[in-house]
């Protein structure tokens, strides 16, 4: 039974990493998977010392009240454990505004409250802080590129990677121990990455790996690989709605109508110079989308989701109507390896 408990504990905090929510079934209909007859998962959004109620706030924007009280067990998970013996005893007063929950009881019937027999929280601090270093470590002992070749008897892969000479070849050798992921379709988030295998990656997908490289810079041996099959499309803005975050555009490319997502990942940069997009791209400046207007030109890259007429956006740059012009119907243009999202 702890096992089990432990793991199930595990899952719903991986969840929570991610920002997605635990999927339940509740007793009456709900469209919050997030809460279900016996539990609330979600961020602190607010704190009632006079009623000892937290406030909870699902990734769906439903809200709970949890009430504490003398009988709540309290615990903290470090981010990266994986059994419950390695969770953290704390008190009711150790957790704040942001740190995110997962608190079970039973849940009332309009499952707007619930008096809480056991509070599980990962700190916002403590997600920030490893998140962090992850990052540091992608930067320090990855590679990224764009797969040129596959070698299936091998496990090899060949990727062209971006250096300041130019594009420079290595071979990736995966091995029985490689953790391979893959990009989810319409998704901007490195975490909303799914299991995948050697199987599914293809020549021309964007790939970043972790791992350590040979002396000689030639080979490159992973421990975590992470791929993606994305898209560069261009044309001139034909409408902005600013309160549901879409663009909408004619791509010159495909000549269809495509709108476009803008999500609080996706990267907006302004083009203000000459010399290769993908190498300049994070020392441009960055807008906003109230400052684009109808008819400015933009590039956009995305992953290729199931509708091609509806993309969310990894990153969008403005001022390319030259580049446009020059490329001819977008062709030669790609901000793909540049949209690899690090953990």
């Known amino acids: 039974m702890r096992k089990l408990c432990s793991t199930r504990l595990l899952c719903v905090f991986a969840l929570l990493a991610s920002t997605s929510v635990l999927t339940a079934q509740t007793t009456a209909p709900n469209p919050d998977p997030a809460i279900t007859s016996l539990s609330v998962t979600g961020v602190v959004t607010d704190l009632k010392t006079d009623t000892r109620q937290v406030i909870v706030k699902t990734a769906a924007g439903n809200e709970v009240a949890v009430t504490l009280s003398d009988r709540t067990t309290f615990m903290r998970i470090p981010p990266g454990e994986k059994t419950k013996d390695k969770f953290v005893p704390i008190t009711a007063t150790d957790f704040g505004v942001g740190d995110s929950v997962f608190a079970r009881g039973r849940m009332a019937a309009d499952l707007k409250s619930m008096p809480a027999l056991e509070f599980y929280v990962m ?63 319409d998704s901007v988030r490195f975490s909303d990455a799914v299991p995948s295998s ?77 010399g290769d997009l993908q190498e300049v791209f994070d020392q441009l400046p960055t807008f906003t989308l109230q400052e684009l207007k109808p008819g400015d030109s933009i590039l956009i890259s995305s992953t290729r989701g199931a509708d091609p007429t509806r993309i969310t956006a990894i990153a969008i740059v403005s001022g390319v109507a030259p580049l446009l012009q020059k490329a001819q119907g977008n062709r030669g243009i790609s901000l793909g390896a540049m949209s690899l999202g690090g953990p």
Do not use: H
């Open 123 to 185: 700190s916002k601090t403590e997600i920030a802080q490893k998140r962090e270093r992850e990052r540091d470590e992608w930067t320090k002992r990855g590679v990224a590129g764009t797969v040129s070749s596959l070698n299936a008897e091998k496990n090899e892969i060949s990727i062209d990677t971006r250096t300041p000479e130019g594009p420079k070849p290595i071979v990736v050798a995966t091995g029985a121990q490689t953790k391979f992921r893959r990009y989810a379709p």
């Open 198 to 274: 050697f199987g599914e990656l293809r020549v021309g997908d964007q790939l970043r790996a972790l791992g350590t490289k040979s002396p000689d810079g030639t080979r490159f041996t992973p421990e975590e690989i992470v791929a993606g099959s994305f898209q560069t499309i261009g044309g001139a803005i034909t409408e902005i709605n600013v309160e549901k975050r879409e663009i909408k555009l004619n791509d010159i490319q495909s000549k269809q109508a495509v709108t476009v997502v803008v999500t609080k990942d996706s990267s907006m940069r302004k083009f203000t110079g000459t």
